[in-house]
């Protein structure tokens, strides 16, 4: 009897909220009231996990999404009711990869080779910072909803980059690492304006 009341005060005054949310993808959150306008929340994501297309450069790169953002909150409600303002932490598991591959005259860089060409690029992401506003998780028991839009301050991404050659031709494929970081050079500046992830989550909530 004294475990069960134990597991019952536990979890009073929990909130539980299901979100999709751009670049975090489907969320789980908890959350728990430490005053009537303060609480905190963690938040586990597991990605988007969806590709596209991008020809940005002269390859034509598969683009896909990966991982999660995860993350641990203050929130503050203001009017002691659903609107909140959040500062947090953000433990950053997303990343993109691009694949591009190409046969025949293939433009890498600055340089055109003749040959099959691979070309595998990777961006990641820092943990970082987070701030934010929204309504949900209100202090009040039962069903809801969340909207929650704001920003993981990230920097720019990291990039990595790698590739093959192989030749048409004796001597077709000469010189493509040298263009590998061209193209790394392109790719860094297709992607440098890009120093924060805009966090745009909804969803539903259950106070107990």
């Not at 987070?130 to 990039?159: C, I, R």
């Amino acid at each position: 009897m004294l475990v069960a009341s134990q597991s019952v005060i536990a979890m009073d005054n929990v909130g539980v909220a299901v979100n999709y949310g751009a670049f975090s993808g489907a969320t789980l959150e908890l959350s728990y009231p430490i005053t009537q306008s303060l609480q905190v929340r963690g938040a586990l994501s597991g990605g988007m996990g969806v590709s596209e297309k991008s020809s940005d450069t002269e390859i034509l790169y598969k683009v896909k999404a990966d991982g999660g953002i995860h993350r641990l909150a203050l929130d503050y409600h203001p009017f002691a009711n659903g609107f909140f303002l959040s500062a947090g932490y953000a433990i950053n598991n997303f990343e993109l990869k691009a694949n591009g591959s190409e046969s025949g005259s293939v433009t890498v860089g600055n340089d055109t080779f003749s040959g099959d060409v691979t070309v595998n690029a990777n961006f990641a992401w820092d943990n970082a910072p987070t701030l934010s506003l929204g309504w949900g998780h209100s202090p009040t028991k039962g069903f809801g909803f969340m909207f929650e839009a704001g920003a993981f301050f990230t920097g720019s991404p990291n990039l990595g980059i790698s590739g093959t050659c192989t030749e048409s031709v004796p001597g077709s494929c000469s010189g493509f690492n040298d263009a590998l970081k061209d193209e790394e050079a392109k790719l860094k500046d297709d992607v440098a304006d890009y120093d924060f992830l805009p966090m745009l989550q909804a969803g539903v909530t259950y106070r107990f």
